[in-house]
């Protein structure tokens, strides 16, 4: 069964700092893309950051250069590195493979940001 873990959110200032990570299971790892999508309310979720199997990353205009994506393959796991969070980064945060989410399978429960003075 495939099952993604997300952890790291929380509340932060705008400006602020987080860094979310997400553990993998029953998929190999290794040789998956993998994204980082975020749902805020009242919108559609959306794909801010990805990463392919060789580690080639890509980023949505929105995030591009404050946020940073990671993988390490030995830990099955993905990161984002949030940097100068701003209020329109709060939102549910989801990792998932990007194949998987293109077809709207194995999402985990997100980790919530919410950027706030």
């Known amino acids: 069964q495939v099952q993604f873990v997300e952890s790291g959110g929380g509340l932060v200032q705008p400006g602020g700092s987080l860094r979310l990570s997400c553990v993998a299971s029953g998929i190999t790892f290794s040789a998956a893309a993998m994204g980082w999508y975020r749902q805020a309310p009242g919108k559609q979720r959306e794909l801010v950051a990805g990463i392919s199997a060789s580690g080639r990353a890509q980023y949505s205009d929105s995030v591009k250069g404050r946020f940073t994506i990671s993988r390490d393959n030995a830990k099955n796991s993905v990161y984002l590195q949030m940097n100068s969070l701003k209020s329109e980064d709060t939102a549910v945060f989801y990792c998932?493979?990007?194949?998987?989410?293109?077809?709207?399978?194995?999402w985990g429960q997100g980790t919530q940001v919410r950027v706030s003075s």
């Open positions: 998932n493979n990007v194949a998987l989410a293109a077809i709207n399978k194995s």
